[in-house]
């Protein structure tokens, strides 16, 4: 599914192969906080805004990382940190797809 939002598309067809460790990267490439989940297990991560890094306040959670993503998880994934990049005006989808190795 394309979404009007995204301005290469074709990068976009290409998300089924991205890993956790892939979004670990990428936060860290954009400065964004990983926190581990307070739920119980350590498997799943928390990308959140650096400035609210805490995990008690669902205010700074920009997404959640599974262990094991798929490609509709990865789409929601990049959108949820392509909003927040440019609610914030931090980055642009350039950057995020940069930061994916995806782009040079």
């Keep these: 599914m394309a979404r009007e939002e995204i301005k290469r598309?074709?990068?976009w067809k290409g998300l089924n192969n991205v890993t956790q460790k892939d979004w670990i990267k990428v936060a860290e490439k954009l400065s964004l906080s990983i926190v581990k989940s307070n739920s119980g297990t350590s498997h799943y991560l928390n990308i959140r805004d650096?400035?609210?890094p805490d995990a008690d306040d669902i205010r700074g959670l920009i997404t959640t990382l599974t262990p094991n993503c798929f490609k509709q998880a990865n789409m929601?994934?990049?959108?949820?940190?392509?909003?927040f990049?440019?609610?914030k005006e931090v980055f642009t989808e350039d950057d995020v797809w940069r930061s994916l190795g995806k782009l040079k």
């Design 9 to 11: 598309k074709d990068l």
């Design 50 to 52: 650096p400035l609210n």
């Design 76 to 83: 929601n994934i990049f959108l949820r940190i392509l909003h």
């Design 85 to 87: 990049g440019l609610e």
